[in-house]
């Protein structure tokens, strides 16, 4: 991390990709369940959190 500008484009990024065969293995059953096999990604766990839009 540094306090210099620079392009978007030359930034780092972490890409994280489930596929449907993951997701299959998981068992994971809603979007949230899905997203919270990727790391360093919050996804909602409360039951009320039907939308992963908003909570």
């Known amino acids: 991390m540094s306090r210099q500008e620079e392009k978007l484009a030359h930034a780092a990024a972490s890409i994280t990709t489930i596929s449907a ?6 068992g994971a059953r809603t ?7 990727a790391p ?3 996804a909602p766990r409360d039951a009320a959190c039907s ?5």
């Open 31 to 37: 979007l949230p369940e899905t997203l919270r096999m």
């Open 40 to 42: 360093n990604l919050a």
């Open 21 to 26: 065969s993951d997701i299959r293995r998981s």
């Open 51 to 55: 939308s992963a839009t908003s909570c």
